[in-house]
T-cell receptor, first 114, second 114 residues
């Protein structure tokens, strides 16, 4: 049973460019959340997708957008990249509607903006 | 809003020493509480969880008890090993299903030496 898979694992972009990160959830999961983890910090919630809609959003600008596909996979898009967007981006999948649901994390995409 | 406060690291211990990592929280509702572990270059793995007051989560020799009266969820292990060296994150989640983001602390780095 494959867990959460993210691609690519590493990425280097130039300031002002756009980037797309991808996530496939664990089999059987229907909810995908994205987190940004800056160096030496805890993960910060970006947004969550369920039934192909954004359900909750953290304190991130509109440059951060996402999408969920019918097969539950998801993309995170970041426009007009800033140096401060350099971070590890983590995807987590879970099953909606259960108080004891466990979020499974992927290994992340390391984004470096130069 | 919701928040998690962890003790600052790094924590350096000799093998077989006793470990405590303090975690306190503030939540707008009745949270579920989690400890995640992150090994170098990897994503987050769930270590243990507790969903109601006085519950004790345990896994791999680690334990934490949900203390509602002190809003705490301290992580303990009786005898640490070199392989326990990692970053540990305390987290909470309020609600279930589609509005159930995780809120993380800043993490505590543990280094265990021989």
């Amino acid at each position: 049973d494959a867990g959460v898979t993210q691609s690519p694992t590493h990425l280097i972009k130039t300031r002002g460019q756009q980037v797309t990160l991808r996530c496939s959830p664990k089999s059987g999961h229907d909810t995908v959340s994205w987190y940004q983890q800056a160096l030496g910090q805890g993960p910060q919630f970006i947004f969550q997708y369920y039934e192909e809609e954004e359900r909750q959003r953290g304190n991130f600008p509109d440059r951060f957008s996402g999408h969920q596909f019918p097969n539950y996979s998801s993309e995170l898009n970041v426009n007009a990249l800033l140096l401060g967007d350099s971070a590890l981006y983590l995807c987590a999948s879970s099953l909606a509607g259960r108080r004891d649901t466990e979020a499974f994390f992927g290994q992340g995409t390391r984004l470096t903006v130069v | 809003g919701d928040s998690v406060t962890q003790m600052e690291g790094p924590v350096t211990l000799s093998e077989e020493a006793f470990l405590t990592i303090n975690c306190t929280y503030t939540a707008t509702g009745y949270p579920s509480l989690f400890w995640y572990v992150q090994y170098p270059g990897e994503g987050l793995q769930l270590l243990l969880k507790a969903t109601k007051a006085d519950d004790k989560g345990s896994n791999k020799g680690f334990e934490a008890t949900y203390r509602k009266e002190t809003t705490s969820f301290h992580l303990e292990k009786g005898s640490v090993q070199v392989s326990d060296s990692a970053v540990y994150f305390c987290a909470l989640r309020v609600g279930t299903g589609t509005a159930s983001k995780l809120t993380f602390g800043t993490g505590t780095r543990l280094q265990v030496t021989l």
